[in-house]
């Protein structure tokens, strides 16, 4: 009877151990996701540049969406302005480089229809945003960074 006890005692936790393992590798497979929201344009060039390099840092290792939206459109049209300030590469440059990497880059669609501006007027890369994809760029935590 002792044995068959400790058989089990055993068996439930070696089960325990085997639960918990799965849980910590699960949690090290997930990234962590980055929302960096960008309402300034031409008006602000440093928050446009700090905004574009946290969002190719953050590539890295997480998952990272950014969302322009207000006088943040004006930085993801066609015909925008290459944004230069300080050290910090130039938009237009960042831009490309973040959608190389498959970054989401999206624009508020009620912000371009108030600006006169459609998805056709955008740059390449950057499409019109969509509410179901502020949850679905990442498997893990979401931190935001307003810029």
Request: with cysteine; hydrophobic share 50%.
């Amino acid at each position: 009877m002792k044995t068959r006890l400790m058989i089990a005692a055993a068996v439930a936790v070696a089960a325990l151990l085997s639960i918990s393992s799965l849980r910590a590798q699960q949690a090290t497979e997930t990234r962590d996701g980055v929302f960096i929201h960008v309402s300034h344009g031409t008006n602000d060039p440093h928050r446009v540049a700090m905004a574009l390099q946290m969002a190719a840092m953050m590539a890295e290792d997480k998952d990272v969406l950014v969302y322009f939206d207000i006088k943040g459109i004006e930085v993801v049209m066609k015909d925008a302005a290459d944004i230069q300030f300080s050290h910090f590469p130039a938009s237009k440059a960042q831009l490309k480089k973040l959608a190389e990497h498959k970054v989401t880059l999206m624009a508020c669609p009620g912000c371009l229809k108030a600006a006169g501006k459609t998805a056709a007027d955008l740059a390449p890369g950057i499409q019109v945003a969509d509410k179901k994809a502020f949850f679905n760029f990442t498997k893990g935590r979401i931190l935001t960074l307003d810029y």
